[in-house]
Structure formats: structure tokens, C-alpha cells
């Protein structure tokens, strides 16, 4: 398992172009014994691997996406492999191979006490970018799961009652005319400059959204030379926000603004919404049962070659980074934890009503199933996410033990589901409770597909 994970690490694919690591797991799950249905949901890198025909079916859950300009040795300063390359600065490489390994044991375990369902591990490209996950609950693939179970490397081992936020993203093309920008500036229409004042008028916008909203964009596309009034422009936005309805009021304010700008500057809009996520549902009688069996598994002991390196990292972290980064947690007693190296606890399961401020395509699933993503310690205490030192410590002693952890817990969990009909009764009657009259629509359309040539394609 530890062997898979590095080679995963090794490989640091990005989104959707996650073959050899994709392959690495259906091939592992294929060898012992499960059907794997490779390319699912329009997606090469996406597959589901199968063991057992009847209910319940539980559902376990594996991410393999790197992050791009991540690159990253095995050290704890900030040292690339090759500058630029991506890294997995998420642990994606842990994501996947601890879901993997459950998924494995929880086989072994049905065999050898014959119980009764099915087990099913779920291959997830492009959590970090495309949402893998939206595409193959849009197309059915977790319709008749009974629960479902995904493990996170983080720096606490925790199964949390937060939701995330719900997010859309789209690109507003702008379409103008070029021009000499010095001989003729009267005859061309600037698409970049439609672009800024769209930006402008979203970062006044900024005041008069709620206070958990997130807008963040980046220019994908301003111009050829400064001697040419450019006739294209495009930018890229994503749209936070705790719940559908609240992101749908403010993506269609973004959307008056950037009109509003075409129509300042003269030039045509067209806008393209290429993905979104939902909130996560959180579910307390899983989230209860994780920390019961990290509790009887018991946290990983930690070499003193692992406290070194872990104490190295910790010296690239300032304590105003690492105090905020606990105080963002919620968690209850935060502050005992500032003087902590490692998390060595496993607190109860808190932040009911909270919102975190990121968002993961595990949101969709947890509409569709009761549905726990909970975290094991792998990195020490502050690390920021998406960093250098993410990428690091998910490829070291750290990571391995924690995988390990995460994998016994996670089957652990899986098997007292399996085991308990009444648990998953009772994990579904809470799951319908906290939906209520809410419904969910796939925040993408039909027509909509992966964008496979994503890292090909040239700009307009
Ligand atoms: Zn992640």
C-alpha cells in the first residue's frame, strides 16, 4: 500500500490525465478479485471496482489528482523536483491508496465471515479542478449506495460536522475589435478592458454579498501585444457560497456586472458555466462510528527520524500561520493544541452548523448517500493546504502511517456498517432529516462534459 501510495506521489498527475495512477489502484483492486469497470461516467481516468452483489452497498471513496507548480522533494524545505511540475500538496496520493486498501480489507473481511453486500471503491479523477465526482453521481453511479466513506490526509485526526461551501465556476469571454492602439484607438473596442470592469465591479460587489461568500478570478486571456487593442479577453471565476440558492443570487449578480461591461465597453459577452459543486450534508451517526474506531485503532506512534522531519517542517510554519490555522478549525480546546508538533488526539465529532470555507466534490455524493470524509493526522499541526510542505510530509514516514491508520479505520467503520443494518437505517433517516425539502439538481447541465483536453487545448 505504502509502495502504491509513493508511486502515486511520484507520478503527481493532474486532473483528468491521472492515467497511471488510476491504473495503479484498478489494477490492485482487479487482482484481488474485484470487477472493475474502467472510463466511467466520460471520464478515462474514473472507474468503479465492485465486490459482492447484494445490499447493502457501501461505498468508499479515492481521489489520485496532483496540483499543478507543486513540485516537490522528499525534504522539509521547500526544494522542487522540477520547478514548475505539478505535486501533490493535497495528498491525494494517500486519498486514494487508504480508500483503496479499506476497500480491499473490507473484502477480506466479508469473505472470511461471510457477511452480506457489497463493496464498492470508487475511483475519482479531478477533485481538484473538474470534480470528477459530479459527472458520476450525474450519470447514476452512486444511485442505490446505502453510505459512503472517503478519508482526507489533514494535520487532525477528525470526522467533523462542518459542511463546505457550494461552488460554480465559469469563464466570461469578451469579444471586441482590434485596432492600432497608438494610429487608431477610435476604430478597436477592447475586450480587456471589459474584463477589468467586470472585475471592478465585482470587487464592489464584494460589500453586499453574505459574510461566508467567496469570489475569486483569475485573466486567462488579455491580449497579444500592447500595440493592439485586444479583441478578445477571458476570465475565470469561482462563486462560493454555503448554499445553492444563496451562490445561484450571487453568480446572477456577477453575471448583470459583466454584462453591465460589455455593454460600457462595446463589446459582446459570452459566458460558459463549466462546473459547480454542492455543500456537504454531514452525517453525525457516521461521523460518531469513524472516531470510534480510530479511538479502538489507536493513532500512529511516530519514529524520532519522523518527530526530525516533522520538526524541520514545523520550522517553515510561523506561529501567526499556525494559530489560524487551528482557530479556522473550531475545533473545541484549539489552543492546547499551539504548542503541539503532531495531533495525537481524536476529539469528538464538533462544528455542527459550521462551514468550512473550501468545497470538494464529495458534496454531491453527500446529497445522494449518508456520507463521512473524515482526516488522520499526516502533516504536522498549521501546515497550510495546497503547500510545499503538504507535498512533502504526504511522501514521507508521515504520510505512510497515517495512510495505514486512515485504511484500518476506514474499513473498520465500513465492516460495523455492513455489520449493523439498523446503523445504516439510522445514518439515513438523519441523512433525510438534514436535506428535508431541499433537492438537488446537478449543478452541471446535460451537455455538459469532463473537459478532457483541458491541458491541450491552446487559447483562444
Ligand atoms: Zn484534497
Given at each position: 500500500?505504502?509502495?502504491?501510495?509513493?508511486?502515486?506521489?511520484?507520478?503527481?498527475e493532474l486532473g483528468l490525465i491521472e492515467?497511471?495512477?488510476?491504473?495503479?489502484?484498478?489494477?490492485?483492486?482487479?487482482?484481488?478479485?474485484?470487477?472493475?469497470?474502467?472510463?466511467?461516467?466520460?471520464?478515462?481516468t474514473?472507474?468503479?471496482?465492485?465486490?459482492?452483489?447484494?445490499?447493502?452497498?457501501?461505498?468508499?471513496?479515492?481521489?489520485?489528482d496532483a496540483?499543478?507548480?507543486?513540485?516537490?522533494?522528499?525534504?522539509?524545505?521547500?526544494?522542487?523536483?522540477?520547478?514548475?511540475?505539478?505535486?501533490?500538496?493535497?495528498?491525494?496520493?494517500?486519498?486514494?491508496?487508504?480508500?483503496?486498501?479499506?476497500?480491499?480489507?473490507?473484502?477480506?473481511?466479508?469473505?472470511?465471515?461471510?457477511?452480506?453486500?457489497?463493496?464498492?471503491?470508487?475511483?475519482?479523477p479531478a477533485e481538484e479542478n473538474f470534480s470528477g465526482?459530479?459527472?458520476?453521481?450525474?450519470?447514476?453511479?452512486?444511485?442505490?449506495?446505502?453510505?459512503?466513506?472517503?478519508?482526507?490526509?489533514?494535520?487532525?485526526?477528525?470526522?467533523?460536522?462542518?459542511?463546505?461551501?457550494?461552488?460554480?465556476?465559469?469563464?466570461?469571454?469578451?469579444?471586441?475589435?482590434?485596432?492600432?492602439?497608438?494610429?487608431?484607438?477610435?476604430?478597436?473596442?477592447?475586450?480587456?478592458?471589459?474584463?477589468?470592469?467586470?472585475?471592478?465591479?465585482?470587487?464592489?460587489?464584494?460589500?453586499?454579498?453574505?459574510?461566508?461568500?467567496?469570489?475569486?478570478?483569475?485573466?486567462?486571456?488579455?491580449?497579444?501585444?500592447?500595440?493592439?487593442?485586444?479583441?478578445?479577453?477571458?476570465?475565470?471565476?469561482?462563486?462560493?457560497?454555503?448554499?445553492?440558492?444563496?451562490?445561484?443570487?450571487?453568480?446572477?449578480?456577477?453575471?448583470?456586472?459583466?454584462?453591465?461591461?460589455?455593454?460600457?465597453?462595446?463589446?459582446?459577452?459570452?459566458?460558459?458555466?463549466?462546473?459547480?459543486?454542492?455543500?456537504?450534508?454531514?452525517?453525525?451517526?457516521?461521523?460518531?462510528?469513524?472516531?470510534?474506531?480510530?479511538?479502538?485503532?489507536?493513532?500512529?506512534?511516530?519514529?524520532?527520524?519522523?518527530?526530525?522531519?516533522?520538526?524541520?517542517?514545523?520550522?517553515?510554519?510561523?506561529?501567526?500561520?499556525?494559530?489560524?490555522?487551528?482557530?479556522?478549525?473550531?475545533?473545541?480546546?484549539?489552543?492546547?493544541?499551539?504548542?503541539?508538533?503532531?495531533?495525537?488526539?481524536?476529539?469528538?465529532?464538533?462544528?455542527?452548523?459550521?462551514?468550512?470555507?473550501?468545497?470538494?466534490?464529495?458534496?454531491?455524493?453527500?446529497?445522494?448517500?449518508?456520507?463521512?470524509?473524515?482526516?488522520?493526522?499526516?502533516?504536522?499541526?498549521?501546515?497550510?493546504?495546497?503547500?510545499?510542505?503538504?507535498?512533502?510530509?504526504?511522501?514521507?514516514?508521515?504520510?505512510?502511517?497515517?495512510?495505514?491508520?486512515?485504511?484500518?479505520?476506514?474499513?473498520?467503520?465500513?465492516?460495523?456498517?455492513?455489520?449493523?443494518?439498523?446503523?445504516?437505517?439510522?445514518?439515513?433517516?438523519?441523512?433525510?432529516?438534514?436535506?428535508?425539502?431541499?433537492?438537488?439538481?446537478?449543478?452541471?447541465?446535460?451537455?455538459?462534459?469532463?473537459?478532457?483536453?483541458i491541458w491541450?487545448?491552446?487559447?483562444?
Amino acid at each position: 500500500m505504502i509502495e502504491l501510495s509513493d508511486k502515486i506521489w511520484e507520478l503527481a498527475e493532474l486532473g483528468l490525465i491521472e492515467f497511471s495512477s488510476s491504473k495503479l489502484l484498478a489494477d490492485e483492486l482487479e487482482k484481488h478479485g474485484f470487477k472493475v469497470e474502467r472510463g466511467i461516467a466520460g471520464m478515462p481516468t474514473a472507474f468503479v471496482a465492485a465486490w459482492g452483489e447484494t445490499k447493502p452497498v457501501l461505498g468508499i471513496m479515492g481521489e489520485y489528482d496532483a496540483l499543478p507548480g507543486l513540485s516537490q522533494r522528499r525534504e522539509p524545505r521547500k526544494t522542487p523536483v522540477e520547478p514548475g511540475k505539478p505535486g501533490h500538496g493535497c495528498g491525494h496520493n494517500i486519498h486514494g491508496t487508504s480508500g483503496m486498501a479499506a476497500a480491499i480489507a473490507v473484502k477480506m473481511a466479508m469473505e472470511k465471515y461471510g457477511l452480506k453486500g457489497t463493496v464498492r471503491f470508487y475511483g475519482c479523477p479531478a477533485e481538484e479542478n473538474f470534480s470528477g465526482k459530479v459527472f458520476m453521481v450525474r450519470d447514476g453511479y452512486f444511485d442505490d449506495v446505502d453510505a459512503a466513506l472517503s478519508h482526507h490526509p489533514g494535520s487532525m485526526n477528525a470526522a467533523t460536522l462542518k459542511s463546505c461551501l457550494a461552488v460554480s465556476s465559469a469563464k466570461f469571454s469578451f469579444y471586441g475589435k482590434a485596432s492600432h492602439a497608438g494610429g487608431s484607438p477610435d476604430q478597436g473596442r477592447s475586450a480587456l478592458d471589459a474584463v477589468e470592469l467586470m472585475n471592478v465591479g465585482v470587487n464592489f460587489l464584494r460589500e453586499h454579498v453574505i459574510q461566508d461568500a467567496r469570489i475569486h478570478y483569475i485573466v486567462e486571456k488579455g491580449g497579444e501585444q500592447p500595440n493592439i487593442v485586444p479583441a478578445y479577453a477571458r476570465s475565470w471565476y469561482y462563486i462560493r457560497a454555503p448554499e445553492r440558492d444563496q451562490l445561484e443570487y450571487i453568480y446572477n449578480w456577477v453575471l448583470d456586472i459583466a454584462k453591465g461591461a460589455a455593454t460600457m465597453t462595446r463589446t459582446e459577452l459570452k459566458h460558459e458555466l463549466i462546473g459547480g459543486l454542492h455543500n456537504l450534508v454531514p452525517n453525525r451517526t457516521i461521523a460518531e462510528l469513524v472516531v470510534r474506531n480510530m479511538r479502538e485503532i489507536g493513532p500512529p506512534e511516530w519514529s524520532d527520524q519522523e518527530r526530525e522531519f516533522a520538526e524541520e517542517i514545523a520550522k517553515s510554519i510561523t506561529p501567526e500561520m499556525k494559530i489560524e490555522e487551528l482557530r479556522k478549525s473550531k475545533r473545541p480546546g484549539w489552543e492546547k493544541l499551539v504548542d503541539k508538533l503532531i495531533d495525537d488526539e481524536i476529539p469528538d465529532p464538533w462544528g455542527g452548523g459550521e462551514v468550512s470555507h473550501g468545497s470538494t466534490d464529495v458534496g454531491d455524493v453527500s446529497w445522494q448517500t449518508p456520507t463521512v470524509e473524515f482526516t488522520t493526522a499526516t502533516w504536522v499541526l498549521g501546515t497550510p493546504g495546497h503547500s510545499w510542505q503538504g507535498v512533502a510530509q504526504s511522501g514521507v514516514g508521515l504520510g505512510h502511517k497515517s495512510l495505514i491508520f486512515a485504511a484500518k479505520v476506514m474499513a473498520g467503520t465500513a465492516i460495523d456498517l455492513l455489520m449493523g443494518e439498523d446503523l445504516i437505517e439510522k445514518a439515513k433517516k438523519e441523512h433525510g432529516q438534514r436535506i428535508g425539502k431541499r433537492e438537488y439538481r446537478p449543478p452541471i447541465s446535460v451537455g455538459v462534459n469532463p473537459p478532457l483536453d483541458i491541458w491541450s487545448k491552446p487559447g483562444e
